[in-house]
């Protein structure tokens, strides 16, 4: 037997994470998305994303500073569309988020692992999933990974209270005009001793 139950003619789909635990429809925020009872993840097909987007009305806005609670599972294994089979691209969120959501170039899903919708919807970016794939979210998401990765080098170099303390007189210096006299001044070994 394939991938269809011959009685329906229905796809029955398998989670790409788990391999096993048959996807059963669930709703959210008026959308139905496939879950897998184990992993708690959840396929959303590109068509249902598309009409639901449709209905759902203008755009919301971004919630920056939320801090959510919701613990993230993020495999980082390369998966096969539960739908079509084939291999599916990973995109990272950004936005604040460090997790990667899967999508299908075929039929155009999304595998979204456990709590990632909830996470998108709490900051207003599930909404969002289409323009995910775009060049330019990529671009700036990459940008603000590299941040990030060069953030904690710099704090494990410095420590944490030393870099918030420089990253400070870094803003400072920003705002002046005189920026290059203020950093010889700081770099001179004593500027007194004349």
């Excluded at 959210?28 to 994303?49: D, Q």
Aim: aromatic share 10%; net charge neutral; proline share 4%.
């Amino acid at each position: 037997m394939n991938n269809k139950t011959e009685s329906q003619g229905t796809v029955t789909m398998k989670c790409p994470v788990c391999k096993t635990p048959k996807l059963l429809p669930t709703e959210k925020e008026g959308l139905t998305l496939f879950n897998c009872s184990k992993c708690r993840g959840n396929w959303l097909r590109g068509v249902e994303y598309w009409k639901w987007l449709e209905r759902h009305g203008p755009n919301l806005p971004e919630k920056r500073n939320r801090n959510g609670e919701l613990s993230l599972a993020e495999p980082g294994l390369h998966i096969d569309c539960p739908e079509c089979r084939f291999r599916m691209a990973k995109y990272l969120v950004g936005h604040g988020f460090s997790f990667t959501i899967d999508h299908c170039h075929g039929c155009k899903g999304v595998w979204l692992d456990r709590n990632e919708w909830e996470a998108l919807r709490e900051h207003n970016l599930h909404d969002d999933l289409n323009s995910m794939f775009t060049a330019f979210w990529q671009d700036e998401a990459q940008k603000e990974a590299r941040k990030r990765r060069l953030e904690q080098i710099y704090i494990s170099r410095f420590g944490a209270d030393d870099y918030a303390e420089i990253e400070r007189i870094r803003t400072w210096l920003a705002t002046r005009g005189n920026k290059q006299e203020l950093i010889a001044f700081l770099t001179d070994k004593d500027p007194f001793d004349v």
